[in-house]
């Protein structure tokens, strides 16, 4: 809340082109209406990078943190406790911009290894906020695994970053393959528009 | 209430859980939640139902997981978080956030950002709904392997995603005609009133939520 | 001057071969209506893009040759749910959008906003929601955002689709009083029967080119009869196999039967 009262013009000076504009509420919709077909097809995924992972392969990082931001408020609005997690849309933004600008969506034998390594990443960045934030006990799914670590003899930590492994990897993949699928199969005059697809898929 | 301040009730609710965090457990986590589920009962009773509802399932996990003290701390910090943004939700009308934005110089683009990204999400929901259904009368069911059921995910968000990509073309073009331009200037045509007591009030929650950091960190 | 002109208009989309538009020539003076015809793709929407000065600005590609425009443009593009701005929950405050980002004064954006709510009939809105709307609602509450801006040059993109019968015929009045105030018009369409009405001079659009450019009556002609862009009446005189020429509307056929 800080920033808000000194700096009252946070993004004023620096103009945002208006493509951009329309992009960002656009992928964090996306990020949040996938939950609609991830129970469809009930499957323990969440999908809800989806939208920051694209806004960066299309745009770069600083939109794909936007987006991250924009994401995470939006479902505090809804769960309050999602908040902390911001923290991790905004490393899944600055890993995809890297993952991005490698050219690492050109195909799906490159774009799950990738999206496996985020996974990794973000378990470990996901569990010390749990623990500490939450005594590791954000959703059903993840509090079970967690039990199980614990029923095992696995320290708290330990279960916590267990838990939460388990559902990030397999979700991180997921999301960069389509990601990648998408970017293939956006018409060459639409991606061409925006400055970072063509090198995300390799195209330029 | 209602008739605050946007900044205002923004503060008060960013305020509540961060003192909760701050101020020693159990009694400041306590005192906290009382205050949050005060302003959501006076917001209307049926709210104070939410966060208890909310909050039930990690009481629970935490009971099974951690010893009492840890748990109480946590419990009462989650929930305090939850009541005040259940109230925030109910008191905080999105276009008086806008308009205050506007007026106070705030450049258009947070101001567009923040407004399109609340009436874009309804709608792709809405989309994925409509997509779901349709493929549902086509045989898409939640059985079946793993990699079938990939498929079918694949199916599902292909189709929203790139119409989604689409339509962020003409909303570019939609936009640039009706003049939003970033950091340009763009006159208010509502401004909530913003009276001098609730601007010091907003200072002084500001700097009790500093000298609890202090003091916790000293 | 002519508030708009294209000369010599040649435009590529971005990473695509062949040009949307070829060689595109075509002025229009203040209080005319123009009506650009053609089949899907032939380059209408892009002939107005560029004149609205959105490509090759915002669309990306390269265009060759000269856009002149004199004054202020408004497009409304053919999907109303994707001109919503996304920042107002009224239709008053949709409407005065456009006008606010311009930064006018407050009075002022209200006088623009009750009138054009009022010319497209629509002020019994004003306090719904834009997300509530049906189709047709959504686009007159689009064309009235940008009629509030005041634009010398109105350019309309199959603005009659979502509207009923009446709606329509309502709005082709609508267009001939703006243009009567002076501004200048262009509208791509597809309801060909409202076109000898409301337009002054008729382009016939072809892949990109403009293929014939002259009055109304270029609709009862054999060229565009037979490319199936002629009014209902022309097409029908033809298809019974009645001599040539044929009759633009209803009334002229009337003539010519008695």
Excluded at chain 2, 91 to 111: C, N, Y
Excluded at chain 2, 205 to 210: E, G, K, Q
Excluded at chain 3, 133 to 147: N, P
Excluded at chain 3, 223 to 237: I, P
Aim: glycine share 8%; aromatic share 6%; with cysteine.
């Amino acid at each position: 809340m800080f920033y808000i009262y000194l700096w009252p013009d946070p993004l004023g000076s620096w103009p945002v082109p208006v493509r951009l504009l329309a992009l960002i509420p656009v992928a964090v919709a996306i990020s949040l209406a996938l939950s609609a077909a991830v129970e469809a097809v009930a499957l323990p995924l969440f999908l809800d990078t989806t939208g920051t992972i694209l806004a960066t392969a299309l745009a770069g990082p600083a939109v794909g943190v936007s987006v991250g931001v924009l994401t995470s408020a939006v479902n505090t609005l809804r769960n309050p406790t999602f908040w902390p997690f911001v923290v991790i849309q905004i490393i899944v933004a600055l890993y995809a911009g890297l993952a991005a600008r490698a050219g690492l969506f050109r195909s799906l034998r490159t774009a799950v290894p990738a999206g496996l390594g985020l996974g990794v990443i973000a378990s470990v960045t996901s569990t010390p906020i749990s623990y500490f934030v939450f005594g590791c006990t954000t959703t059903g799914g993840i509090a079970l695994t967690t039990a199980l670590g614990r029923a095992l003899g696995l320290s708290p930590l330990g279960a916590c970053f267990f838990g939460s492994f388990v559902s990030d990897f397999g979700d991180k993949a997921v999301t960069f393959a389509l990601v990648a699928s998408v970017l293939h199969a956006l018409p060459r005059r639409t991606a061409a528009r925006f400055p970072l697809a063509l090198r995300a898929i390799g195209a330029a | 209430m209602r008739t605050r301040h946007p900044f205002t009730l923004l503060t008060l609710a960013a305020a509540l859980p961060t003192l909760a965090w701050l101020l020693p457990a159990p009694a400041g986590a306590l005192g906290t939640a009382a205050v949050a589920f005060g302003l959501a009962a006076a917001a209307g009773v049926r709210r104070v139902l939410i966060p208890v509802v909310t909050a039930a399932p990690f009481w629970l996990f935490l009971f099974v997981l951690h010893d009492l003290p840890t748990t109480l701390a946590i419990g009462l910090r989650i929930t305090t978080m939850v009541a005040s943004f259940v109230w925030l939700a109910a008191v905080l009308a999105p276009d008086r956030l806008v308009e205050a934005m506007v007026v106070r110089g705030w450049s258009v683009t947070v101001a567009y950002l923040f407004a399109a990204t609340l009436s874009a999400v309804p709608l792709f929901r809405a989309r994925a709904r409509r997509i779901v259904e349709a493929q549902r009368c086509r045989g898409l069911s939640p059985r079946g392997s793993v990699a079938n059921r990939l498929r079918a995910l694949r199916a599902l968000a292909m189709p929203l995603l790139l119409s989604a990509l689409h339509e962020v073309d003409e909303r570019a073009l939609a936009l640039e005609t009706r003049g939003l331009r970033s950091g340009a200037r763009r006159t208010p045509l509502a401004p909530p009133p913003d009276p001098a007591l609730e601007r010091a009030a907003r200072w002084v929650v500001l700097l009790v939520c500093i000298a609890a950091l202090v003091a916790r960190l000293v | 001057m002519n508030p708009l002109a294209l000369e010599g208009v040649e435009f590529h989309y971005p990473a695509t071969e062949t040009p949307a538009l070829r060689d595109v020539s075509l002025a229009v003076a203040a209080g005319e209506i123009v009506a650009l015809v053609g089949r899907v793709g032939a380059g209408a929407s892009t002939l107005l893009l560029v004149a609205a000065d959105l490509a090759p600005r915002i669309t990306g590609g390269r265009l060759t040759g000269a856009v002149r425009r004199r004054a202020r443009s408004g497009i409304v593009l053919p999907t109303p749910w994707t001109q919503l701005s996304g920042m107002a929950f009224t239709v008053w405050d949709e409407v005065a959008f456009g006008p606010a980002n311009l930064g006018w004064p407050g009075r002022e954006i209200a006088r623009h906003v009750e009138r054009a709510l009022e010319r497209l009939e629509i002020a019994a809105l004003a306090e719904r929601d834009p997300a509530t709307l049906s189709g047709g609602e959504v686009q007159r509450v689009i064309l009235a955002g940008i009629l509030a801006m005041d634009p010398d040059v109105v350019l309309l993109d199959e603005p009659s689709t979502e509207l009923d019968p009446a709606g329509a015929r309502a709005l082709w009045r609508l267009v001939r009083v703006l243009a009567g105030e002076g501004k200048a018009i262009v509208v791509a369409t597809s309801d060909l029967d409202a076109v000898p009405d409301v337009a002054d001079r008729v382009a016939w659009l072809e892949q990109g080119a403009v293929r014939a450019l002259g009055t109304p009556d270029l609709l009862a002609e054999e060229a565009t009869c037979a490319a199936g862009l002629g009014t209902t009446v022309a097409r029908v005189w033809r298809a019974a196999g009645l001599d040539a020429p044929y009759p633009l509307t209803v009334a002229d056929a009337v003539q010519r039967w008695r």
